[in-house]
């Protein structure tokens, strides 16, 4: 079975690639194509695979391109990961919010939907080649905003992409351990949109344990989201939300951290990964073994154990418990996913697909981020709990933003980008909106499309 890597270049790329290496039964993974337009940033991390690799019986066969074409022909399933502007990007995404007084993080507020602008445009072009030369294939996307490019990419593929992200199966794993249960055996009622989610149930041999977690404050704050949020407030939701909901929750106390921080989460990525790619880039004399997968093992660490820091600053949370410093999560799932589908393997996953009456109050082809059945014909929402009745607006709201979003993007109608800004919940004005817009075309050559 082949699988094309979108963004191969990209730092998490090893996450995948270790997941296929632990993955030994029939019908695995034998071949990876990386894809990126980064020809030094592809041949670094086929440097890192390579030490993967080693010792490793019959890994999956590397192989690197930069044409897109050559990288989804003949593909069984195309792993999407783009990144378009690059972390440098993603820093000017917030730090522009940021001189407005708003959230600029990468897929929540202005920065998401500056993000989203850029992106869906080229994820829009990537559907349609899939279409063309690979219309066997499956598309997994986690190229965020995940939602909504993958509701994008959509119109192009049908329900032949499919979204993931690993933060509601980091929620039901970190639940489970405070509740002493194997999370293996339990079943999560999860239901909302990528990155705006809450977690309704959690069910072991028929019986739903989270209210009790809700009633032991011990157990409620011994992990990462019921310290985030807090007691009282998760008691009064009376649902644990995804973590990125604390942007919402706690909006003020983020953009005060976020406006008070040496540099954004953006910017320190960008510096840190540069670092990385420097470091492994070609020079004279021979590597020390493996030099490559230890370089990239302790910048994914460092990277891990600063993930939210501002959020947990905000709240005065102190540093990440040492049990979520094992990146990773999303590739599970990813491989999951690939085997229910090739080889009929039926499991049951949080994704990101079209709701098909799953949510009521969206249409039918709106992307929601809920649990599925998954089997060869691809992923199939579960019935479940309804959205939380406070959550209910919130997630119409962000739903027409994502809307406003792809209308704009893929029209070319300058309007609706303002629209997205206009209406989105942590975007407070119009004057504002028009003025982030603005300056987001002034940086981002991408965002030419728009007009001026």
Not at 23 to 41: C, F, N, P, S
Not at 262 to 281: I, K, N, V
Not at 311 to 338: H, I, K, P, W
Request: hydrophobic content about 45%; charged content about 20%; some cysteine.
């Amino acid at each position: 079975m082949r699988l094309t890597i979108l963004g191969g270049g990209g730092f998490r790329v090893p996450l995948v690639y270790r997941a296929l290496l632990g993955d030994r039964g029939a019908g695995r993974v034998t071949e990876v194509t990386l894809y990126d337009l980064d020809a030094a940033r592809l041949a670094i991390i086929r440097k890192v695979l390579a030490d993967q690799a080693a010792g490793h019986p019959d890994p999956p066969v590397v192989t690197v391109t930069t044409d897109l074409d050559e990288a989804v022909t003949g593909a069984d399933f195309v792993f999407s990961a783009i990144r378009v502007g690059g972390l440098a990007g993603r820093a000017a995404d917030e730090r522009i919010a940021l001189e407005e007084g708003v959230l600029g993080q990468e897929t929540v507020g202005a920065g998401g939907i500056s993000f989203g602008l850029r992106t869906v445009p080229v994820a829009v072009a990537i559907a349609r080649r899939v279409a063309a030369l690979a219309p066997d294939a499956w598309v997994i996307n986690f190229t965020n905003p995940a939602g909504l490019v993958t509701e994008a990419m959509t119109a192009h593929l049908g329900d032949r992409v499919i979204g993931i992200c690993d933060s509601p199966v980091g929620l039901g794993r970190r639940v489970a351990g405070a509740l002493g249960v194997a999370p293996a055996r339990v079943r999560l009622d999860y239901v909302g949109l990528n990155h705006l989610g809450w977690l309704r149930g959690l069910y072991a041999e028929g019986r739903d344990l989270l209210p009790s977690l809700l009633a032991d404050e011990g157990a409620l704050t011994s992990f990462e989201e019921g310290r985030l949020f807090g007691a009282d407030l998760l008691r009064t939701l009376g649902a644990l939300p995804n973590e990125y909901l604390h942007y919402y929750y706690f909006s003020r106390e983020s953009v005060s951290s976020a406006r008070a921080a040496e540099q954004t989460r953006g910017a320190f990525l960008h510096s840190q990964q540069q670092r990385f790619y420097d470091a492994l880039a070609p020079s004279p004399g021979h590597p020390a073994p493996r030099a490559a997968w230890n370089a990239w093992d302790a910048t994914r660490l460092e990277r891990e154990t600063t993930y939210m820091a501002e959020n947990r600053e905000a709240v005065g949370m102190g540093e990440r418990d040492s049990c979520d410093l094992e990146s990773g999560g999303y590739e599970q799932v990813a491989l999951a996913l690939m085997r229910a589908i090739a080889l009929d393997e039926r499991a049951t996953l949080i994704l990101n697909v079209r709701n098909r009456g799953r949510i009521p109050v969206l249409d039918d082809d709106a992307v929601i981020e809920v649990p599925c059945h998954v089997d060869a014909n691809g992923a199939h929402p579960i019935a479940g709990a309804a959205l939380p009745d406070h959550g209910t607006g919130l997630v119409c709201s962000v739903k027409a933003v994502e809307r406003a979003v792809i209308h704009a993007a893929t029209t070319n109608e300058r309007a609706h980008a303002v629209r997205a800004l206009t209406i989105h919940p942590l975007v407070d004005s119009y004057a504002v909106a028009k003025r982030l817009l603005d300056a987001y075309q002034r940086h981002f050559p991408e965002l030419a499309y728009l007009g001026g």
